[in-house]
């Protein structure tokens, strides 16, 4: 899902690229084992400002971590935060789409 996410964001947010379909598949997995080691420890930590905020920072963190994932796979392209927040915001969406089409079995749902 990140993957697609990241295609996606790539041609849609200016300031976001990606060298081929390779670095996307490297860097999807990496942003997949970001969110799920790394984002979790840092929405504990900033809690109380994401509580401030509204649940708002917790965008700055998705962007923190595609931005942590450029700097570790050199084929993903982030320019400045911006690019890194509405890339973070697409790649959300695109997951969230994907993710409303698979049931709970792994399976694609069908629409009635």
């Known amino acids: 899902m990140y993957t697609l996410g990241l295609l996606v964001a790539a041609h849609v947010v200016p300031g976001l690229r990606l060298d081929g379909l390779a670095s996307a598949l490297v860097a999807g997995l990496l942003l997949g084992l970001v969110n799920a080691i790394v984002r979790p420890v840092l929405v504990v ?51 969230w789409v994907l993710t409303a089409f698979v049931s709970d079995s792994g399976r694609l749902a069908r629409m009635r």
């Open 45 to 95: 930590l900033t809690f109380p400002i994401t509580l401030l905020t509204l649940g708002l920072f917790l965008l700055v963190l998705n962007a923190f971590c595609l931005r942590m994932t450029s700097w570790l796979v050199s084929g993903l392209h982030v320019d400045g935060f911006w690019a890194a927040v509405l890339g973070a915001v697409v790649i959300s969406l695109v997951s």
